[in-house]
Every structure is written in C-alpha cells, then in structure tokens.
C-alpha cells in the first residue's frame, strides 16, 4: 500500500488524516457494495433454479459488503519496516496497513483496509517490544459513534520508548455494554489470538474464568476458520451451541458484525428435537444423572442389537422356473460377518440383502447362467429375500426402543446387567409406562438418548467446525450427541470448570473430550480477567476452595475502586428497588440477578415501581437498560452494573450446596463495572 503523507508533515494533522482515509474507505466500501448490486445475471444462468442460487449468493455478498455507521471500519495500523516478506535489506521500503473488520480496497483494486484474519494483520495482536516483528508504528484509533476521534502510537522497534500500558485500549475493553454482546475484534490479546488463529484440522479447549473473553475467543475463532479455509466450510457446514435461547440471541450479532452471516446456532436440545417427539416431561435430578451417564450408550447398543437373530431355517428363491437355495448356516455367517463389521444397524440391513443375491448368484453361475447386476438386485428385491431379512434383521425406530428401556423392567434389566445398578435401573422406569411413542412425556434426556439411538440406526450429518460453549453443563451423553455433530470435522469447547451448574457437570476436560470423541484436543486456558473489576473477582473467587479445589482463579487486569458493594438490609425489596435506581444513573446496562424463586416478587416490584424491565438476551432501549434475571440463565451473560438480590436463595435453589455455590459464582461475576450485593438473610459461609 504506498504511505500517505509522513508524521511530520507540519501541514498534515495526522487526526485529519486518519479522518480522511476513514472517509475514502467507507466511500470504496460503498463502490464495492454497488458493484455488486449492479450485477446482471440474466445472461449468465441456464435455467431458474441456477438464477435463484447465483441470486443468493449476491444477496449475502450485498449483506456482507454493509457499512455499520456505528461500527469503526477499521481500529488499528501497522506500519512496518519492510515489506512484508521482503529481504530485511539495509533500507527496503515498508509498508502501511490499516487493520479493520474486512477487506476493503479501491477501484484500483489496491487495499484501504486489511481484513484482521489476515496474516499480515497478526502483528496487530502479537506484536510486543520484546518482539516487534518488524513492526515499526502500531497505531490505535479511538471512536465515539462511529466517529474517529483519537489515536495512540506505540513504536515498536525504537528502543528509546519504554512499553505501556494502552489507554484506548483499556477504554475500549470498559466501553459500557448496551445491547447484545459485541466482538472483541480491536482488542483480541496476544493468549486469545493464539487460540482463534490455531488451524482447523485440530480441536481446542478453552478452560476459561469468568471476564476473560473464551466466548468472544471461539466465535472468533468461528470467524477465523471461515476467513482461512472458506471453501471448505462452506461446504461441511459450522454451528455455535449455546446453552439456551437467552445466550444464543445475546451473542448473535458478533459473527455478522464481523462480516460472517452463515453460521447457524443452536442449543443441545434443538440438536436432538425430533418432529413429533415434544418435551412435556422433566427428570428428577437423580434420573437425570443416570439417563445423561455415558453407559447409558452401551445399554441403547445391546438393546438394539437384540433385534438380530440367527437364522434357523434355509432361504428358497425362485426364479422363474428355478429354485435355488441358500442354507441356513451360510446366512448365519453373513448374518455374523455384518455384525463385526462395526458399522450402522441400518447399514448392516441394507447390505444384508445383498449379501444374500449375491449367494445365489454364485449358484446361477455355478449352474451355467450369466446373470448381472440387475440380476442382482433383483434377486435382493424378492419377497422372499425381504421376509427373510426383516425376520433376522428387522427394522428399529429409535424411539420406540428408548420407550421399551423405560417401560419395562425386564427389557431394561436384561441390556442394563453390569452396567447399570439394580437402584439406577429403577431411577429410569417411568412409574407408569406410556403406550405410545405419541402419548410419552419425553423428557429433555430422553431426546439425548432418542438421539444416541438413531445414530446406532444412522449415522449422524457431520459438520466441518462445532463451537459449543458453557459446556461445563453437558452431560456425558450430550458430549456425545455434539460430538457426533463433529466426526469427521474439528470442535472449540468452551467453559469454565468452576461455572457447571447441573448435577452431572463437567469433572475434569479430559473426561468430556473423550466423550465428545476428541480426546487429543488441545486445552488450553484462560487466566488473565479482562472483564470483571479485580475487587469483584476476588470476591467472587471465595468460592472456588469449595467449588473446584484446585482451579487458578481469575486475575483482573482491571482495579477499579468502589466496585464492589455488599449491603445487608432490613427491606430487602426496598433495598433492590433502590439499587437499580441507583445503578440506573450510570450509563449501560443493568442487570437484577435473582434466584428463580424470588422473580414473580420481583416482577411485582418493580411494576410497582414504574421501573420498566427486559428478559434475559433481550436488546436495551431508550425506555429500559434493566434486565430482570433468573439464575438460571445468566450463565454467559454480562452487565455493566448488576444488582444481586438474596446470595442465601440462590444457593438453596438447588438441588445441592455445591451446585447452588457454583450458581451464585456465576451470578457473582456477571458485572463489568459494578456489582452490589443486597441480601436479608446470613451470607453463604463461603463468602463471609
């Protein structure tokens, strides 16, 4: 990119300047954009539905190529030393790049702005005193509303200047939060970069704390892969798994922010739903345990191939005027063969017919025919050869098989023997059997093992990258239902040990990625808080000796004084009230953390009040920045200011004080700028 005007042109503000490129690029955005609208495709498609796909594909190209008004186009320059890939000759020209969240180049077809998953962009990130990467200048640009208004120089390879800490760098990272969440693209951290540019073929997890950006990281990283390897994603597909709605819906303008519209999100339970099958029922924790348990996988194999039997008796084919027989010993062995084979039941039955055409076609041959392929098939299709397989081999519809398991005691018994205690077989039996696969009232659960089943039968669609976050709280069996969403593609697990919230969360990560079927996955992890003020973290962090001995607590970059405030009160509602008013004042978002018990008291509160409220994921307005929330789902959320009602309730919430401490350690660490803690009963002893 040839250099513009030099620093120390005294006729050149370098602010002006920076403004006037500003105004070039998004004005060759804007080119870029109408090329494309202009495009006429009348006479380059041979028929409506190749017009309709090329059309698509214009669209999306038309939705990529937007200029957000208030989204700064590009955050960052490098100006190195010498041309990248050049000799480092004694007086080789350099070059200048502007760093921003995509491609943007001239009519010349020369570049305005580099998209950041660029490799020359790396430096950006990476780039230290200690290492300067030939970077002479690394230029941070400051905006309001889209508007650039500051910029700040660090350079690199002049010994002369010590290294700092960067101020817009830091306001960027405590810039309040109002809306869903947005990307961290300008201030990704060399750790952070590490793991979002690691390649596609290996799988990663990301042990990650509270406020230190492991979310932000996969999507990223989600960006990353679609930015290097596009083609091929493009055609295996990629997905982000979230925890629940709520979740999905506050990170879902990350990816098309940076310029990525095609990948799809969805929870564990849109991943196993099945038409017809509705969840009306819920599980004891207890029997949830059990049915989320990974032997759970063996009983669903033994009960499915319970189904084969050995054949006793000959199979006689007649053709036309001939018969021909195959013994019954000969399809034992078939039957045998297929069952070592390791592959899908399903599989194993569409091959089985086969097998059996072409024993009599050997005979045909044996008996001076000459038959075909189409003799072949033929031969599979006859009634006889049908009978025959669905007697040895019959056909299996995975929910009616799940329905059996939880139905009756001696179907259950006999596939669950030494694998399932005689107490936890009890666990699963519905207390009173349904007749249908219609009339059950399906649990969450029961569609994760409706789901293990059908892969038995079928195998799963693989997709080419999984990101799945907040996976703490997967149960071995939704590992697998994931893990088979991946097979033959690479995954981004994301999650924080301390933050599993089910009673069958996440042990160790090891465990999980053998489960999900990714055991040489790299972990890697998150220590260093970017998010939560350092005095609300070490609060927080109280609760990890009794949550997860042995897990390194989060260090906050950030001290910021009179964060943290703990306040016992008389009126507890009262006391809320007044906080959210308070908290109101600053500018952001609110959000009032409740155990799930206490929010239809609060709800009528805070109508009382006039104060007007949003739920969980939902875009703040002019008229409200408070969120009302229960515990349940603030997993993965944050707020600038967070008002907590009743620490003592959410913990008894649960079923269990382990489970309820790790819940109020998510609910802790939710605020980015402030946090007060109101409660009328004792503190949990942890904290005090």
């Given at each position: 990119?040839?250099?513009?005007?030099?620093?120390?042109?005294?006729?050149?503000?370098?602010?002006?300047?920076?403004?006037?490129?500003?105004?070039?690029?998004?004005?060759?955005?804007?080119?870029?954009?109408?090329?494309?609208?202009?495009?006429?495709?009348?006479?380059?498609?041979?028929?409506?539905?190749?017009?309709?796909?090329?059309?698509?594909?214009?669209?999306?190209?038309?939705?990529?190529?937007?200029?957000?008004?208030?989204?700064?186009?590009?955050?960052?320059?490098?100006?190195?030393?010498?041309?990248?890939?050049?000799?480092?000759?004694?007086?080789a020209e350099g070059e200048q790049f502007y760093i921003g969240r995509r491609h943007v180049h001239d009519a010349g077809g020369d570049p305005m702005v580099i998209d950041w998953r660029a490799p020359v962009s790396q430096p950006f990130y990476r780039a230290s005193k200690q290492d300067p990467q030939d970077i002479g200048l690394r230029r941070r640009f400051g905006y309001t509303g889209g508007e650039l208004t500051a910029y700040e120089d660090e350079h690199l390879s002049d010994p002369a200047e010590s290294a700092s800490v960067s101020k817009l760098l830091q306001q960027e990272i405590e810039r309040p939060r109002v809306g869903p969440m947005r990307d961290i693209v300008a201030t990704i951290q060399p750790e952070q970069d590490e793991i979002v540019r690691s390649g596609l073929s290996g799988s990663v997890c990301v042990q990650g704390g509270p406020g230190t950006g492991k979310t932000a990281v996969g999507l990223h990283r989600v960006a990353y892969l679609l930015y290097a390897h596009r083609d091929r994603l493009a055609r295996t597909g990629t997905l982000v798994i979230g925890p629940n709605r709520s979740f999905l819906h506050y990170i879902e303008q990350v990816l098309p922010a940076l310029g990525e519209l095609e990948v799809k999100q969805a929870t564990v339970d849109d991943l196993v739903a099945r038409d017809g099958l509705e969840v009306r029922g819920t599980d004891a924790a207890a029997t949830a345990v059990v049915k989320g348990d990974a032997r759970m996988a063996e009983v669903l194999r033994r009960a499915l191939e319970s189904h084969v039997t050995a054949p006793t008796e000959a199979l006689m084919v007649v053709r036309g005027s001939r018969r021909w027989r195959v013994p019954a010993y000969e399809l034992a062995e078939m039957v045998e063969e297929l069952q070592n084979r390791d592959i899908r039941y399903g599989a194993a039955r569409e091959a089985l017919p086969q097998r059996i055409a072409h024993a009599v076609l050997v005979r045909m041959e044996q008996a001076g025919e000459a038959p075909d392929d189409r003799v072949q098939d033929s031969v599979a299709r006859n009634a006889a050869v049908k009978a025959a397989v669905k007697e040895v081999w019959p056909p299996v519809e995975p929910a009616k098989l799940v329905l059996r398991l939880l139905s009756d005691p001696e179907f259950l018994a006999l596939h669950a023997a030494d694998v399932l205690t005689a107490d936890e077989q009890k666990l699963l039996l519905w207390p009173k059997p349904f007749r249908s696969v219609k009339s059950a009232k399906w649990s969450a659960a029961d569609l994760v093992l409706i789901d293990e089943a059908t892969d038995l039968v079928e195998r799963t669609h693989s997709?080419?990258?999984?990101?799945?976050?907040?996976?703490?709280?997967?149960?071995?069996?939704?590992?697998?239902?994931?893990?088979?969403?991946?097979?033959?593609?690479?995954?981004?697990?994301?999650?924080?040990?301390?933050?599993?919230?089910?009673?069958?969360?996440?042990?160790?990560?090891?465990?999980?990625?053998?489960?999900?079927?990714?055991?040489?996955?790299?972990?890697?992890?998150?220590?260093?808080?970017?998010?939560?003020?350092?005095?609300?973290?070490?609060?927080?962090?109280?609760?990890?000796?009794?949550?997860?001995?042995?897990?390194?607590?989060?260090?906050?970059?950030?001290?910021?004084?009179?964060?943290?405030?703990?306040?016992?009160?008389?009126?507890?509602?009262?006391?809320?009230?007044?906080?959210?008013?308070?908290?109101?004042?600053?500018?952001?978002?609110?959000?009032?953390?409740?155990?799930?018990?206490?929010?239809?008291?609060?709800t009528e509160a805070l109508r009382a009040a006039g104060l007007v409220w949003l739920s969980p994921g939902e875009e703040t307005t002019a008229e409200s920045r408070l969120t009302l929330v229960p515990a349940s789902l603030a997993k993965g959320l944050e707020y600038d200011y967070v008002v907590l009602d009743e620490p003592a309730a959410i913990v008894d919430g649960e079923p269990d004080e382990r489970t309820g401490l790790r819940r109020l350690y998510v609910c802790l660490t939710r605020a980015v700028s402030g946090l007060t803690v109101l409660h009328a009963t004792p503190l949990p002893a942890p904290l005090t």
């Amino acid at each position: 990119m040839p250099a513009h005007a030099p620093e120390s042109d005294p006729v050149v503000n370098p602010l002006t300047r920076e403004r006037s490129h500003l105004a070039a690029s998004r004005a060759a955005l804007r080119a870029m954009r109408e090329d494309v609208e202009a495009l006429d495709i009348r006479d380059v498609t041979a028929n409506w539905v190749n017009a309709i796909v090329l059309q698509a594909q214009i669209d999306d190209r038309i939705k990529a190529l937007a200029d957000l008004s208030h989204t700064p186009l590009f955050f960052g320059r490098l100006d190195y030393l010498h041309a990248p890939g050049a000799e480092l000759a004694e007086g080789a020209e350099g070059e200048q790049f502007y760093i921003g969240r995509r491609h943007v180049h001239d009519a010349g077809g020369d570049p305005m702005v580099i998209d950041w998953r660029a490799p020359v962009s790396q430096p950006f990130y990476r780039a230290s005193k200690q290492d300067p990467q030939d970077i002479g200048l690394r230029r941070r640009f400051g905006y309001t509303g889209g508007e650039l208004t500051a910029y700040e120089d660090e350079h690199l390879s002049d010994p002369a200047e010590s290294a700092s800490v960067s101020k817009l760098l830091q306001q960027e990272i405590e810039r309040p939060r109002v809306g869903p969440m947005r990307d961290i693209v300008a201030t990704i951290q060399p750790e952070q970069d590490e793991i979002v540019r690691s390649g596609l073929s290996g799988s990663v997890c990301v042990q990650g704390g509270p406020g230190t950006g492991k979310t932000a990281v996969g999507l990223h990283r989600v960006a990353y892969l679609l930015y290097a390897h596009r083609d091929r994603l493009a055609r295996t597909g990629t997905l982000v798994i979230g925890p629940n709605r709520s979740f999905l819906h506050y990170i879902e303008q990350v990816l098309p922010a940076l310029g990525e519209l095609e990948v799809k999100q969805a929870t564990v339970d849109d991943l196993v739903a099945r038409d017809g099958l509705e969840v009306r029922g819920t599980d004891a924790a207890a029997t949830a345990v059990v049915k989320g348990d990974a032997r759970m996988a063996e009983v669903l194999r033994r009960a499915l191939e319970s189904h084969v039997t050995a054949p006793t008796e000959a199979l006689m084919v007649v053709r036309g005027s001939r018969r021909w027989r195959v013994p019954a010993y000969e399809l034992a062995e078939m039957v045998e063969e297929l069952q070592n084979r390791d592959i899908r039941y399903g599989a194993a039955r569409e091959a089985l017919p086969q097998r059996i055409a072409h024993a009599v076609l050997v005979r045909m041959e044996q008996a001076g025919e000459a038959p075909d392929d189409r003799v072949q098939d033929s031969v599979a299709r006859n009634a006889a050869v049908k009978a025959a397989v669905k007697e040895v081999w019959p056909p299996v519809e995975p929910a009616k098989l799940v329905l059996r398991l939880l139905s009756d005691p001696e179907f259950l018994a006999l596939h669950a023997a030494d694998v399932l205690t005689a107490d936890e077989q009890k666990l699963l039996l519905w207390p009173k059997p349904f007749r249908s696969v219609k009339s059950a009232k399906w649990s969450a659960a029961d569609l994760v093992l409706i789901d293990e089943a059908t892969d038995l039968v079928e195998r799963t669609h693989s997709l080419g990258h999984v990101v799945v976050d907040e996976a703490q709280d997967l149960s071995p069996m939704q590992y697998r239902a994931v893990g088979r969403r991946c097979t033959t593609g690479s995954a981004t697990v994301l999650g924080d040990l301390a933050q599993g919230t089910t009673p069958w969360a996440t042990r160790s990560w090891d465990e999980a990625l053998a489960h999900l079927g990714k055991p040489a996955a790299v972990v890697e992890e998150l220590t260093a808080g970017f998010r939560v003020p350092r005095e609300v973290i070490a609060y927080a962090s109280r609760l990890l000796p009794s949550i997860s001995p042995g897990l390194a607590p989060v260090s906050s970059v950030r001290e910021t004084p009179g964060s943290l405030l703990i306040s016992p009160t008389d009126d507890l509602t009262a006391a809320v009230l007044d906080a959210c008013r308070a908290s109101l004042s600053h500018e952001g978002s609110i959000g009032l953390i409740a155990a799930d018990a206490r929010i239809p008291a609060l709800t009528e509160a805070l109508r009382a009040a006039g104060l007007v409220w949003l739920s969980p994921g939902e875009e703040t307005t002019a008229e409200s920045r408070l969120t009302l929330v229960p515990a349940s789902l603030a997993k993965g959320l944050e707020y600038d200011y967070v008002v907590l009602d009743e620490p003592a309730a959410i913990v008894d919430g649960e079923p269990d004080e382990r489970t309820g401490l790790r819940r109020l350690y998510v609910c802790l660490t939710r605020a980015v700028s402030g946090l007060t803690v109101l409660h009328a009963t004792p503190l949990p002893a942890p904290l005090t």
